[in-house]
């Protein structure tokens, strides 16, 4: 048996296969100042993406990692989805649709799929939440590079 086999037949959260999705606001920090919105309280776009993501996670029996936030309105959020690697199309699918909302309201959005294993178990901060596992540090530099070649997309890593 490996060092991390052994690490994770002893958690509480074993691995397993799934989905990582990360959902992530463009430029939105513009889009405030331009509009002169509270940054710290719900608006139109991050209200409207709390909901939704809300309704993703629920749809796919997926878990929120990290990033679904009442007070402040969600901006980003990270999503695991246990098992779900059988249904990755109607998850593309789903971002898509919700990628359409968004733009609705003037605010584009990047995100990105990764099937690897996943905990399944909410992270306590951002740090955790990207770097929790190798498949999470993948994802989040797959947004990083797609951002860079401007937005306003969903990518799909294999």
């Known amino acids: 048996m490996k060092w991390n086999e052994e690490l994770i037949a002893h958690s509480d959260f074993p691995l397993v296969p799934g989905l990582i999705v990360i959902i992530d606001l463009d430029e939105f920090g513009e889009f405030v100042e331009k509009r002169g919105l509270d940054p710290y309280k719900p608006n139109i776009v991050t209200g409207e993406l709390t909901r939704l993501v809300e309704e993703f996670t629920r749809r796919f029996q997926g878990v929120v990692v990290y990033g679904l936030d009442y007070e402040r309105g969600t901006e980003e959020a990270l999503i695991e989805i ?25 605010v584009t959005l990047t995100a990105v799929v990764v099937m690897d ?42």
């Open 82 to 106: 246990p098992y779900g690697v059988d249904y990755v199309d109607q998850v593309v699918s789903e971002l898509e649709r919700i990628a359409q909302r968004i733009r609705e309201h003037g």
């Open 117 to 158: 294993s996943v905990i399944g178990k909410p992270a306590r901060s951002r740090r955790e939440a990207y770097s929790g596992t190798p498949g999470r540090r993948r994802a989040l530099k797959a947004l990083r590079e797609a951002k860079k070649k401007g937005g306003n997309r969903v990518v799909v890593l294999a």
